[in-house]
């Protein structure tokens, strides 16, 4: 039981080392994660869009 009180003391210990991100920060970081989320599923979307295309042609001959 000991070592689990320590733990978790160490761990908070770090914790108040940690520096956390300003508001205007995380909202920048947020816009950034979302926008390449969107911009990679577009992606992926078009160029899976894209080869199923070009197998049921290829299919069809």
């Given at each position: ?26 909202t ?20 899976d ?13």
């Amino acid at each position: 039981m000991g070592k689990i009180t320590s733990f978790f003391k160490n761990v908070v210990t770090e914790m108040r080392k940690v520096s956390w991100p300003k508001r205007k920060d995380l909202t920048r970081y947020t816009i950034v994660v979302i926008s390449t989320v969107v911009f990679m599923a577009v992606y992926f979307g078009l160029v899976d869009l894209g080869l199923s295309r070009v197998m049921e042609w290829y299919v069809a001959l």
